[in-house]
């Protein structure tokens, strides 16, 4: 598979799906007559970041992914403060990913990324070693962690909802 195939087209499904989950949770808040902001608020544990940071921290790291790959600097991204704000960080996200260009991120495969973080942590590793070992992990990782907020706060989701894509493909009777 290519640098681009295991990235790009992955993260756009996937926050498609994420608009999706944050729907189904608008819906439920709607039904249950109380305010989605509650939603964005909530947390599972009190160490760890809310629904709004999660939601940041995946299109963090597919808007990253594209940088990275592309060799462009590096956008920063503030947490959505409404469930609108939420939805259009997602779209903003997908159209970063729809202008990803294919040919510099395939010719990025073996070139070197560097990634800072604070407490001066640094990981130099080649472009395909981010995508698989960086850029894929943590994206999911906020991705299932917002499925788990939505779903620890009474929103009814299923597997079909988390891959909706892959349940198109079951054929009816």
């Known amino acids: 598979m290519s640098l681009y195939t295991v990235t790009i087209p992955c993260f756009a499904q996937m926050l498609n799906s994420l608009k999706g989950l944050l729907a189904k949770g608008e819906a439920h808040a709607a039904a249950l007559a109380f305010d989605p902001q509650v939603l964005l608020d909530s947390r599972l544990a009190p160490d760890m970041h809310p629904l709004a940071t999660q939601v940041r921290y995946a299109c963090t790291q597919a808007r990253e992914a ?10 920063t991204l503030q947490a ?3 469930m609108a704000e939420a939805l259009a960080l997602i779209d903003q996200t997908l159209a970063v990913l729809a202008d990803a260009d294919r040919s510099v991120i395939e010719r990025r495969a073996d070139e070197s990324i560097a990634i800072e973080l604070p407490g001066g942590i640094a990981f130099q590793m080649t472009g395909n070693e981010y995508a698989v070992n960086w850029a894929t992990p943590q994206f999911y990782f906020h991705l299932m962690t917002a499925y788990n907020i939505l779903r620890h706060n009474g929103v009814p989701l299923g597997k079909a909802d988390y891959v909706p894509h ?8």
């Open 166 to 173: 892959m349940f198109a493909y079951v054929r009816q009777g």
């Open 66 to 75: 594209v940088e990275r790959l592309s060799g462009h600097p590096l956008s």
């Open 80 to 82: 959505p403060t409404s």
